[in-house]
């Protein structure tokens, strides 16, 4: 990963530990539902808001950036998912290619409550993302507090929470396909897939230092399915061993991905 950050505000206090980072941070927890070994499970949704010109970083961050990151502190029987992030954009910090998001960006997760664990428990966590505009970038740093007991009481936003739960990425497991090296290029190939049209689709590496994050896949159809060749990441350690894609149709579809690993 090219070294390219500014961390301007290293240099200045930070109050309570916190560092705003060009950005607006909220956690919201939707209403709970029964889960069937007697406990809760409660839908969580962290929203974030960046200033304008300034934007964010996705699970793959591409060139120079950083993925955004929780670290939970949670009493004993609750457990909280990893943050499912929304697909991102093709952004540019100075003359890198990053892939992250501007403006609003909503995860979600789920919190998972044994049935004897108090119903006013706290939970806590400390939120890491680093915030970059055309010239430099800044960490930002954030501890987040709630009560499971406030489940629920964002009436405002539970329309909101539900739709961002049910926009989560999800897989694509009907779709087949392989990846092979050629002279410092992978190969992409989809089979099977003869109803599925890939023209207007956009595609988006998870996995990160495979292929060249400033190159789009431009996708030709075959008698087999569709086939594709990207740039090799200049960064990439070795031969590939495992991608995951994930695929953006034309609206209205929902996103997917698609998996392939090295056997």
Not at 62 to 91: C, I, N
Not at 109 to 133: F, K, N, P, T
Not at 196 to 210: I, M
């Amino acid at each position: 990963m090219k070294i390219w950050i500014l961390l301007m505000s290293l240099c200045t206090p930070w109050i309570s530990a916190e560092v705003p980072g060009h950005a607006a941070v909220e956690l919201w927890l939707g209403k709970a539902k029964k889960s069937p070994d007697g406990g809760r499970i409660i839908p969580a949704v962290l929203s974030m808001q960046y200033e304008k010109g300034w934007h964010g970083y996705w699970i793959n961050p591409g060139e120079g950036g950083v993925k955004t990151t929780m670290r939970w502190q949670l009493p004993p029987g609750v457990e909280v998912s990893e943050w499912a992030f929304p697909v991102p954009h093709r952004l540019m910090t100075g003359d890198l290619a990053c892939y992250g998001y501007e403006g609003e960006v909503m995860m979600a997760s789920e919190i998972r409550v044994q049935a004897d664990v108090a119903e006013d428990a706290e939970i806590s966590g400390e939120l890491r993302w680093l915030a970059c505009d055309e010239k430099s970038c800044v960490p930002g740093k954030v501890r987040l507090v709630a009560r499971l007991s406030d489940a629920g009481k964002h009436a405002d936003k539970e329309s909101k929470i539900q739709h961002v739960h049910q926009s989560i990425v999800c897989p694509a497991p009907e779709l087949s396909w392989h990846v092979r090296e050629e002279n410092q290029e992978v190969h992409l190939v989809i089979e099977g897939a003869h109803d599925l049209r890939l023209e207007g689709t956009e595609f988006f590496p998870e996995t990160e230092q495979v292929l060249d994050p400033k190159q789009e896949l431009r996708w030709q159809k075959t008698a087999q399915g569709y086939e594709a060749r990207a740039r090799k990441n200049e960064y990439a350690e070795g031969p590939v061993k495992e991608l995951r894609l994930w695929i953006l149709p034309p609206k209205p579809q929902l996103a997917r991905w698609i998996e392939w690993k090295k056997s």
